[in-house]
């Protein structure tokens, strides 16, 4: 697929890898393989089929694939079964743009049959474009097994359950004030209310109400505040604290009494050091809430009349938090409002003597016939200027705060009365709090905090929509609404009403059919209400499967589901409805395990924007980088554990900075072993074992890799999979495979075949595991890998990775090796840094080392590992010490950590400690308790001095003479020939395997002679001859001769095919 020259590119490799999957139907073979094997279940949130995949649907994607394929290689059987949400607003909303309608009455003379059938088109045209998205994505769907919220088997699942519920006393209908978009003209439930508030100022007024017929209170008048003025030609009352203190005041300015909470009185006039409450009232009396009840008043406008209205009542719902500590009440449009005017019978549950002067579209109406056919939030600056004409505007001004709006328009929403059909959830409480503790979260916070509080606090669910294009709520109703009848399957309704031939459950195939009354009542008709469309989605657990009329076994022994995940809007949303349905009909979770994703914004921290196009179209990134790294982006990132995540372009790019040593440490595996194959065509060497220290210590790492993914994976935590996975790549490419080079070339070792071959069979081993390791996280590139590695010496393996077992943890490795390893690691990279900060090339060689330690396990360790670090750190001469020797130690009692365990004896310890010598602290006790090595610590001090540079760090001392010799210029030297000749390899486009033969001119030139004294050093490093020009047979083919300036030296070369 590339050539060992060639820089990979991810995307076009996703191009052929998915040529491969899809010719060799690899999914379908991993279903099958899997076929007979314990069953792991999977739950995929229905997006709605219009528009796109988004960023945010890209992410839940990737961790569905991710976390499934690695499932699927752990031996479970996963379907992946997907859906899509076809019904609600968002549909409609797309099918009224097409028509060019919007309101209720064009779609009614449109015909609701011609709507739906717009919206079945729409989904037509769009439900393909997700599966493509999903193809491209690399995430594996069964498209033969999708399900549409749309078909009859769903909606028929949804009227069985709906009739459940209704049998077990669950649903009621009821006048209720509801959130309400007049942009979409239908209720919304309370959760989807919740899910879109914004900051908005809105102009408040407080208003005046003159008090009627009663002689205390000449000239007087309360005082209301309202911050939706609209409301205020729908108020029938006024509502106090029954136990909050009230004044009646005079006004100095106003020349009137006015009543108010005292509480408010200096808010309310704005009281300061100017404006001294002397000079503006003064107050006359003071009456408990409850006094004032009954007390009527003037009313503002005069569309409304009744004997009950316009009266003071009281409740606790009235704070003195703002305002005036008196509400004013219009129970159409306030949840409080409509509870209050009920429990005074100034209003009944049945909507009598309600004032409702607002229509679907949330205009007013005739009644209203000042405002009449205006939308109410485009009212409230006439209102109070009509009212500040009118005398009864006391004062206005902006206030900002938290608003509900529409989550489809992002428009305002209302409050309004709605008789409408609802869940009884609030009954559910503890159920629901119950089944949520038995639930495991990613991040846990989310289920303790966030939706245990949604849960705790959740309201009755208004499940009905009066909409056109959903699934129709299966109830039949007398016209007195005494009789009704819920239908809970096809069969029944068949059966109810005569019919035999319904093929669709959609309105306009069932709206008109009837059912006789059983009770003498005429004939039920149909409600014309939809459902909601998240108790569809709530219910696609079921539903895809048609329960219980198909699948029912299967379902039950299969339910609650392994595994959902979606965004963290959704706990109020689709976990919500999952939760609550699942509660009131089995009264189980509706899943065991759920990762909650973030929001994924625009690399400015703001929102995500079409019209702002302020983010790339993830399809695109796909296109320009491929998918594994935009995979590895998302699933490394903090989105994964719930967190708001800005995302960065680049940062797409920097991942496959990351990946690429990866790719090349497989190059350089790849021409190491062509090479080893021309030379030993017979060895069969991917079997060897080896018992190399650096050999041993990846193979430990790797299997410590291994075991750190499976636990994260088991738990659903993708974000600690990242950083390791990682790390390890730097692991093999920057210390592995850099101290092995020689070893995997075959250079300048004893038995160089035997070396070679174990450390090449080490590397094969490794990059085999890890690739299987990778295989859910990236795994377009591994399969790549895959089916470069598989048939080397006729291994016959897997077809696909995506085939292969996940790698088994293996028993605790030896941990002397990763210390070793640590401990030369530590000393190499010290020893860079001091290259570094003295300006001396890594590839300068350096006379002289000495590294010193207290601890001789210590320097035992690096007695085993000195080869890696005289070579690494390019060291003539290396030695190791004790440290005692340069510094002193000096003991440090940790006076914090003392003082909180031993009080006001600290000082006793800290006294103690001072006086014991450093070799006693380990068996050091204080009354009878050990004294721990958490309370000192023991630093070294430098006590010496050298001509050599110095550096002490983490009790590791380490001398470099950085003096330039001789001998270090000469190995310098050498080391820069070597480089050239590698370039010059490169140039001419050399494969490691192609044999060569290298000459030299200027043979009495001062370079000359230090290549000729080192001519050995130089075979073993480049693993070629090389000879003077006088050795130069002019017969042998030349590839390329060339002067080189290596350091002022000159010198030509002439390299020649050996054949």
């Known amino acids: 697929m590339e050539k060992d020259n060639d820089e990979f590119s991810f995307n076009k490799n996703d191009k052929e890898i998915l040529k491969f999957w899809d010719e060799n139907k690899i999914f379908e073979k991993s279903l099958q393989k899997n076929k007979n094997s314990p069953l792991w279940t999977f739950l995929d949130g229905p997006p709605f089929v219009n528009g796109t995949p988004h960023s945010g649907h890209v992410l839940v994607s990737y961790v569905k694939d991710s976390v499934i394929r690695y499932k699927s290689m752990n031996g479970f059987y996963v379907p992946r079964t997907i859906g899509y949400d076809c019904h609600g607003l968002p549909l409609e909303q797309a099918a009224e743009k097409k028509i060019g309608i919007s309101r209720k009455d064009e779609i009614e003379k449109f015909g609701i049959g011609n709507y739906n059938n717009v919206c079945r088109e729409i989904i037509s045209e769009c439900s393909d474009v997700w599966e493509k998205c999903f193809h491209t994505m690399g995430r594996w769907v069964d498209v033969d097994s999708k399900y549409k919220t749309m078909d009859l088997p769903f909606m028929e699942t949804e009227w069985w359950v709906f009739k459940e519920l209704f049998k077990k006393g669950l649903v009621y209908r009821g006048f209720k004030i509801m959130p309400y978009s007049y942009a979409c003209t239908t209720a919304l439930s309370n959760f989807e209310a919740n899910s879109n508030y914004k900051d908005v100022i809105d102009q408040t007024a407080t208003v005046t109400f003159p008090i009627l017929d009663d002689d205390r209170f000449n000239n007087c008048s309360f ?42 009185l200096q808010s309310v006039y704005k009281i300061n050091k100017k404006n001294k409450k002397e000079d503006c009232y003064s107050i006359e009396k ?4 409850v006094d004032l009840v009954g007390i009527k008043y003037q009313p503002l406008f005069s569309y409304f009349s009744h004997s009950e209205y316009f009266q003071v009542v009281s409740d606790n719902f009235v704070t003195d938090t703002n305002g005036t500590g008196i509400v004013h009440l219009a129970p159409a449009f306030g949840e409080d409002d409509f509870r ?41 600056k006439d209102i109070i200027r009509d009212l500040k004409g009118m005398n009864r505007l006391f004062s206005q001004e902006p206030y900002k705060h938290s608003y509900p709006h529409c989550w489809r328009t992002d428009e305002p929403l209302i409050y309004k009365c709605i008789d409408a059909w609802f869940i009884n959830v609030e009954s559910l409480k503890d159920k629901l709090l119950s089944n949520n503790a038995k639930t495991n979260w990613t991040p846990n916070y989310v289920k303790e905090a966030r939706f245990h509080n949604w849960l705790k606090d959740a309201k009755d669910w208004c499940v009905s929509r009066s909409r056109y294009w959903g699934t129709p709520i299966p109830i039949w109703m007398s016209d007195d609404g005494e009789e009704i009848v819920c239908i809970g399957s096809v069969e029944e309704l068949k059966n109810e009403t005569g019919i035999d031939n319904i093929q669709d459950l959609h309105k306009e195939y069932i709206d008109h059919l009837t059912i006789p009354s059983r009770q003498g009542r005429g004939m039920l008709k149909k409600i014309p209400d939809v459902f909601d469309c998240w108790y569809e989605s709530g219910l696609c657990g079921l539903a895809r499967y048609h329960y ?5 076994q299967y379902c039950e022994d299969h339910y609650p589901v392994d595994f959902i995940t979606e965004s963290l809007d959704q706990t109020r949303g689709w976990f919500y409805t999952l939760t609550v349905l699942s509660t009131a009909l089995f009264n189980k979770p509706a899943f065991k395990n759920v990762i909650v994703t973030g929001l994924i914004q625009a690399s400015d921290g703001k929102k995500m924007s079409k019209r702002l196009k302020n983010y790339t179209d993830p399809m695109i990134l796909i296109d320009q980088f491929g998918s594994d790294p935009l995979r590895l982006y998302l699933i490394s990132s903090p989105v994964v554990r719930a967190e708001p995540f800005s995302f960065q372009d680049e940062g797409v790019k920097q991942v496959i900075r990351k990946l690429l040593p990866w790719y090349n440490a497989y190059k350089f595996f790849n021409q190491c072993y062509k090479k080893f194959k021309i030379n030993f065509p017979n060895m069969k060497i991917l079997s060897q074992e080896s018992d190399n220290v650096m050999d041993q210590w990846i193979q430990v790492k790797l299997d410590s890799l291994c075991k750190h993914v499976r636990k994260n994976m088991d738990e659903f935590k993708l974000y600690k999979i990242h950083n390791p996975l990682m790390e390890f790549i730097d692991q093999l490419t920057n210390w592995y495979i850099k101290l092995n080079r020689d070893r995997l070339k075959g250079l300048n070792i004893p038995s160089p075949e035997d070396n070679c071959m174990q450390s090449l069979s080490t590397l094969y081993k490794i990059l085999y595991k890890f690739n299987i390791i990778m295989a859910p996280f990236t795994p377009f590139f591994c399969e790549y890998l895959h089916q470069e590695l598989k048939d080397l010496e006729n291994t016959n393996n897997q077809e696909s990775v995506h085939l292969l077992d996940y790698p088994e943890n293996i028993p605790e490795p030896n941990p002397n ?12 990279d010290i ?58 130690f000096v003991v440090v009692p940790q006076k914090g950590t003392i003082g909180k365990k031993f009080k006001k004896k600290a000082k006793q310890v800290i006294t103690l400690i001072n006086q014991t010598p450093i070799s006693d602290l380990p068996n050091l006790t204080f009354e009878s308790e050990k004294i721990e090595t958490e309370y000192y610590a023991i630093k070294p001090e430098l006590n010496t001095e050298s001509d050599y540079e110095i550096v002490l760090e983490n009790d590791i001392l380490v001398f470099m003479d950085t003096e330039t010799n001789e001998l270090v210029t000469n190995l310098y030297l050498v080391n820069q020939f070597k480089k050239e000749i590698q370039n010059l390899r490169y140039e001419v486009g050399l494969e490691p395997w192609e044999k060569i033969k290298i000459f030299y001119t200027n043979s009495e030139s001062e370079l000359a002679k230090i290549i000729q004294k080192n001519i050995e050093k130089l075979k073993s490093m480049i693993s070629y001859d090389i000879l003077p020009v006088s050795h130069y047979n002019v017969e042998k083919d030349v590839i390329i001769s060339k002067q080189l300036n290596i350091i002022n030296h000159e010198i030509q070369v002439i390299l020649v095919r050996d054949i």
């Open 223 to 264: 005082l209301a505040w309202t911050t939706t003025p609209w409301t205020l030609p729908s108020n029938i009352a006024l509502c106090v604290n029954p136990d909050m203190v009230y004044v009646k005041i005079w006004d100095k300015k106003r020349e009137h009494f006015f009543i108010l909470a005292e509480s408010l």
């Open 286 to 289: 003071t009456w408990k809430g």
């Open 340 to 380: 209050v005017c009920e429990d005074n019978g100034i209003v009944n549950k049945k909507g009598d003597r309600l004032v409702c002067p607002v229509d679907e579209s949330g205009k007013f109406t005739n009644q209203v016939k000042d405002y009449s056919g205006r939308c109410v939030k485009d009212c409230d």
């Open 548 to 552: 219980p009329f198909e699948n029912k």
């Open 817 to 828: 090796i990763e210390r070793q390893m640590e401990r030369m690691q530590s000393v190499i």
């Open 831 to 888: 020893i860079r840094k001091m290259k570094v900060n003295h300006k001396i090339s890594l590839s300068t060689p350096v006379q002289k080392v000495i590294v010193c330690h207290l601890q001789e396990t210590w320097r035992n360790d690096i007695q085993m590992m000195q080869k890696y670090i005289i070579s690494e750190g390019n060291i003539i001469e290396f030695e190791i010490q004790n440290i005692e020797k340069y510094v002193k």
